[in-house]
């Protein structure tokens, strides 16, 4: 559990996804690279919310994190272990910044834990020309 919390700090437990409810990432108000990038948090937060651990291992994340985690079948479980510790999956991108080359990609989000209002920085990277999670 540690080990996916130091890894994954983001897609889960800093992006705290919503457990009541059917809450969706707003993409509206970003235009290209941005609305895909916000498209690929909204996705992560769809696929926690259904508890696709799958889909979020070969989907969502970034190659590397999910090379860390012990390649899919390790993601997979470290993701459904994750997922029972999540009480809110609520999320909102508030910005989306591309670094020079499109290849890298952060986004600011508020997420609710423990019923307060917490922002955080999301990374993201290009990889086969779709956008993954890489971390915090």
Excluded: Y
């Excluded at 994954?8 to 235009?31: D, E, H, I, R």
């Excluded at 690279?33 to 996705?43: G, R, Y």
């Excluded at 499109?102 to 307060?116: F, N, Y």
């Amino acid at each position: 559990m540690r080990r996916l919390s130091a890894l994954l700090s983001l897609p889960l437990a800093g992006v705290a996804l919503s457990s009541c409810g059917t809450a969706t990432v707003s993409t509206a108000g970003f235009k290209g690279a941005q609305h895909e990038v916000a498209q690929t948090i909204s996705n992560l937060q769809a696929d926690a919310t259904a508890a696709e651990e799958k889909k979020i291992c070969t989907e969502d994340l970034a190659a590397a994190v999910v090379s860390r985690l012990g390649a899919t079948k390790g993601c997979e479980a470290a993701i459904k272990s994750q997922l029972k510790e999540v009480d809110n999956l609520e999320l909102s991108v508030e910005s989306v910044k591309l670094a020079a080359g499109g290849t890298s990609a952060s986004a600011q989000v508020k997420s609710i834990h423990e019923g307060k209002s917490r922002p955080s920085t999301v990374s993201l990277v290009k990889e086969a020309g779709k956008w993954k999670i890489s971390g915090l």
